[in-house]
Structures are given as structure tokens and as C-alpha cells.
Nanobody, 123 residues
Framework: QVQLVESGGGLVQAGDSLRLSCAAS????????MGWFRQAPGKEREFVAA????????PYADSVKGRFTISRDNAKNTVYLQMNSLKPEDTAVYYC????????????????WGQGTQVTVSS
């Protein structure tokens, strides 16, 4: 089992930056693909970004390309999401997930999920 805990969310203004962290415990994440998803009020959960176990593949949703960067530190068992140039439409609960293959995350699937952290962007 992998336990995931997100942190770093908050209330910011449009144009600001935030860095989300996802700390894993229970097992090392070095062999897992990791990813970030988000769910806005009244909407379905959507894929944001993912990173393969070695960082070689990093797919992004079109809506965040060029603004968000996913990274990982396997030694710290932690995954990050750097979010720049935030927009009000980025407001959502952001979830961290782990999966065996990075491309399954693009399809919206994950094996383990965190509880989420709220990101609110005011205009």
C-alpha cells in the first residue's frame, strides 16, 4: 500500500504561483508513475500532469502546458507540482495519485490516491 498526502494548496491571486507537494509513505514510489489530478466544484475529476518512474515521460493536460511543471524526488519519496501563472479556472481540489504506468494516468486511472489539497485562485 502507498499512502499519499498532498500539501501546499491555498488561496492566491491570478498570476501567482504555488507549489504542491505529495509525500508518499508505506512503499517507495521509485517504481511508480506519479500524477496530479484536479476536481472543480460541479465538474468531474480531470488529469493534470504525470511523470514516469524515472522522469523520462511527463504528459500534461493542454490547459496547463507551459504553466505547470511536475517533478519528483525519489530519494524523498515526494512528487511536486509547480504551478505558475495561475488562473481562476485552476481553482479545484488537487489530488496526487500513483500508478504502475504513466499513460494510465492520462486516461484518468490511478492505483493509489491522496485526500486532496484545495487551490483557490481569485481574479
Amino acid at each position: 500500500q502507498v499512502q499519499l498526502v498532498e500539501s501546499g494548496g491555498g488561496l492566491v491571486q491570478a498570476g501567482d504561483s504555488l507549489r504542491l507537494s505529495c509525500a508518499a509513505s508505506g512503499r517507495t514510489i521509485s517504481s511508480y508513475a506519479m500524477g496530479w489530478f484536479r476536481q472543480a466544484p460541479g465538474k468531474e475529476r480531470e488529469f493534470v500532469a504525470a511523470i514516469s518512474w524515472n522522469g523520462g515521460n511527463t504528459p500534461y493536460a493542454d490547459s496547463v502546458k507551459g504553466r505547470f511543471t511536475i517533478s519528483r524526488d525519489n530519494a524523498k519519496n515526494t512528487v511536486y507540482l509547480q504551478m505558475n501563472s495561475l488562473k481562476p479556472e485552476d481553482t479545484a481540489v488537487y489530488y496526487c495519485a500513483a500508478a504502475t504506468v504513466v499513460w494510465t494516468m492520462v486516461d484518468g486511472r490511478g492505483s493509489y490516491w491522496g485526500q486532496g489539497t484545495q487551490v483557490t485562485v481569485s481574479s
